[in-house]
């Protein structure tokens, strides 16, 4: 099984927008979940339950961070994944009195749910994303 604290960081370009900018461009819970590392309710985003193909882009940023492909139905209620695009990095979360580990995009920042060691081969990870956090791109699979 892959460490998630080894997964590369190779988007390098960081795109810092202001509080102001941010609150414009995102939903009230868009706001809460990526910048104020909150959660949405389980079942409350279709992208749960979404079968359609393609790359799911973080929602700040754009930054393509998980492919269909490596979709699962996990039934918890929140997109789940096996493996990213390698635009993520990974952080000790220990709020809530749990030991997690916090993913975000590589590129903005921007908190994008929590990853465990209960998933699916060949990773054996569960990356478990808010919904509200991703943006799908029906054209954009190869996300290159
Ligand atoms: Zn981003």
Redesign the pocket.
């Known amino acids: 099984m892959k460490n998630p604290d080894k997964i590369q960081k190779n988007a390098t370009d960081k795109t810092p927008m202001s509080e102001a900018e941010l609150r414009k461009k995102l939903t009230p819970e868009q706001f809460h979940v ?1 910048q104020e590392h909150g959660t949405e309710r389980a079942f409350s985003h279709p992208y749960y339950n979404d079968k359609r193909s393609g790359m799911f882009r ?6 393509p ?1 998980f492919s269909s492909d490596a979709k699962f139905a996990s039934g918890t209620g929140w997109p789940s994944f096996t493996e990213t695009e390698g635009t993520v990095t990974t952080h000790d979360d220990s709020s809530y009195g749990m030991r997690r580990t916090e993913v975000r ?6 908190h994008l749910g929590h990853v465990f060691p209960d998933g699916p081969g060949p990773t054996g990870l569960r990356y478990c994303i808010n919904g509200c956090a991703l943006d799908l791109d029906t054209e954009g699979k190869s996300g290159k």
């Not at 973080?58 to 930054?63: D, E």
């Not at 995009?105 to 921007?110: H, I, K, S, T, Y």
């Open positions: 990526t973080c929602v700040v940023c754009g930054t961070l995009c590589a590129n903005c920042g921007a």
